[in-house]
């Protein structure tokens, strides 16, 4: 606004200096042609309201204040001369509040810091309310007041009081992942045109993928005999699972969850419709599609199985996973190479499964 009332008192500044050299007849009629355009432009306008800025308005009312008005009556303005009064008492209420406004130093604002660590605490413990959250900041002794923790909730668009008790499934998924288990079937097709099912397995917190067969019947027993072979190969393991995540395929048979339920594990069902209640699992279906399956020629049910059991060694004991911060579900990280020389001399070695379709890269010894 400043800046916009500077600018139109230096360009009218300017105006009045042209004016100076004229004469009064020549003044006259500048005025009255300049009204002349005023009346055809109120025409147009036709009872259209005109809009003036705050510079307007304040330049105006500073250049009309002395006139009487009677005076402001006679002079052709797009607006009533009780209208530019207002504007000019308006003018000189704000400098005169601003004058006399005590200069009291406000609130502080909250220490970025604060608002960083208030919203972490929210974040991390979704059923925390603002009181909770104030509670904890006293433990840990910052003083700041409840209204204050509220105010950072409501600008960051999160629920002060939050009904937050029932945890959503990401949560369940990343607190249970120790004991989580998820199946899945998958489908191809061989060379041959005859459609095999592939019954693989995956655990949640190492990543490590079970393939558990491939026919092109998955019948009651085929399914029944798969599980009873992953339970004892999950008891030779060691592995403590307690639920199994597998969606609504009618090719699972009742058998296949009492022989879970004996050992301890429950069924977990993936609604209708929802792979992304198994998103792991699905996961892992795409990488081996998109690996393995779409860059191989599959003749029949044997070449399947060889094909899936080099990639099950190859995804447990080489390829990294993001989900688990580029390890390995079987074969730990070697340690980091510090010695600059044996950087600058490396030596990588590649080994090739399945005729080059996957590749697995190691240093030399």
Same mark, same amino acid.
């Given at each position: 606004m400043l800046?916009?009332?500077a600018?139109?008192?230096?360009?009218n500044?300017?105006?009045?200096?042209?004016?100076?050299?004229?004469?009064?007849?020549?003044k006259?009629?500048?005025?009255?042609?300049?009204?002349?355009?005023?009346?055809v432009?109120?025409?147009?306008?036709?009872?259209?309201?005109?809009?003036?800025? +705050?510079?307007?308005?304040?330049?105006? +009312?500073a250049?009309l204040?002395r006139?009487?008005?009677?005076?402001?009556?006679?002079?052709?303005?797009?607006?009533?001369?009780?209208?530019v009064?207002?504007?000019?008492r308006?003018?000189?209420?704000?400098?005169?509040?601003?004058?006399?406004?005590?200069?009291?130093p406000?609130r502080?604002?909250t220490?970025?810091?604060?608002?960083?660590?208030?919203?972490?605490?929210?974040?991390?413990?979704p059923q925390?309310?603002?009181?909770?959250?104030?509670?904890?900041l006293?433990?840990?002794g910052?003083?700041v +007041?409840?209204?204050?923790?509220?105010?950072?909730?409501?600008?960051?668009?999160?629920?002060p009081?939050?009904e937050?008790?029932a945890g959503t499934w990401? +949560?369940?998924?990343?607190?249970q992942?120790?004991?989580?288990?998820?199946c899945?079937?998958?489908e191809?097709?061989?060379?041959?045109?005859?459609?095999?099912?592939?019954?693989a397995?995956?655990?949640?917190?190492?990543?490590?993928?079970?393939?558990?067969?491939?026919t092109?019947?998955?019948?009651?027993?085929?399914?029944?005999?798969?599980?009873?072979n992953?339970?004892?190969?999950?008891?030779?393991?060691?592995c403590?699972?307690?639920?199994?995540?597998?969606?609504?395929?009618s090719?699972?048979?009742?058998?296949f969850?009492?022989?879970?339920?004996d050992?301890?594990?429950?069924?977990?069902?993936t609604?209708v419709?929802? $792979?992304r209640?198994?998103a792991?699992?699905?996961?892992?279906?795409?990488?081996?599609r998109r690996?393995l399956?779409?860059?191989?020629?599959?003749?029949? #049910?044997?070449?399947?199985?060889?094909?899936?059991?080099?990639?099950?060694?190859?995804?447990?004991h080489?390829r $990294?996973? #993001?989900?688990?911060?580029?390890?390995?579900p079987?074969?730990?990280?070697?340690?980091?190479?510090?010695?600059?020389? #044996?950087i600058?001399?490396?030596?990588?070695?590649?080994? #090739?499964?399945?005729?080059?379709?996957?590749?697995?890269?190691?240093?030399?010894?």
């Amino acid at each position: 606004m400043l800046l916009r009332l500077a600018y139109l008192t230096v360009t009218n500044t300017f105006a009045v200096l042209r004016l100076l050299p004229m004469d009064d007849r020549d003044k006259d009629a500048e005025i009255l042609t300049l009204r002349h355009q005023i009346a055809v432009l109120e025409r147009q306008l036709g009872g259209t309201r005109v809009r003036f800025t +705050a510079p307007d308005r304040a330049f105006l +009312a500073a250049l009309l204040h002395r006139l009487t008005p009677e005076a402001l009556r006679q002079v052709r303005l797009l607006v009533r001369p009780d209208t530019v009064l207002c504007w000019h008492r308006d003018l000189v209420r704000r400098r005169h509040a601003a004058r006399s406004k005590p200069k009291r130093p406000g609130r502080p604002p909250t220490v970025r810091s604060i608002r960083a660590l208030v919203l972490r605490l929210v974040r991390e413990n979704p059923q925390w309310g603002y009181r909770r959250v104030h509670g904890e900041l006293l433990v840990l002794g910052v003083k700041v +007041a409840a209204s204050t923790v509220w105010d950072i909730l409501q600008d960051a668009g999160i629920e002060p009081a939050p009904e937050r008790a029932a945890g959503t499934w990401a +949560a369940f998924l990343r607190s249970q992942a120790d004991a989580l288990l998820a199946c899945d079937f998958l489908e191809t097709v061989t060379l041959t045109g005859a459609r095999m099912y592939v019954l693989a397995m995956i655990e949640h917190r190492t990543r490590r993928i079970r393939i558990l067969g491939a026919t092109a019947h998955p019948t009651a027993s085929w399914v029944t005999q798969a599980v009873r072979n992953l339970v004892m190969d999950l008891e030779d393991a060691g592995c403590r699972a307690r639920w199994m995540i597998r969606d609504l395929d009618s090719k699972y048979p009742g058998l296949f969850d009492a022989v879970l339920a004996d050992t301890g594990i429950k069924i977990v069902l993936t609604g209708v419709r929802m $792979p992304r209640m198994n998103a792991i699992m699905e996961r892992w279906v795409l990488t081996c599609r998109r690996e393995l399956l779409d860059r191989a020629l599959i003749w029949n #049910q044997r070449h399947l199985l060889q094909a899936l059991r080099e990639f099950e060694t190859f995804y447990n004991h080489h390829r $990294p996973h #993001q989900g688990i911060d580029n390890a390995r579900p079987c074969t730990p990280l070697p340690p980091p190479i510090t010695d600059p020389d #044996q950087i600058i001399r490396l030596d990588v070695r590649r080994r #090739q499964r399945l005729g080059g379709i996957l590749n697995e890269y190691e240093n030399a010894a």
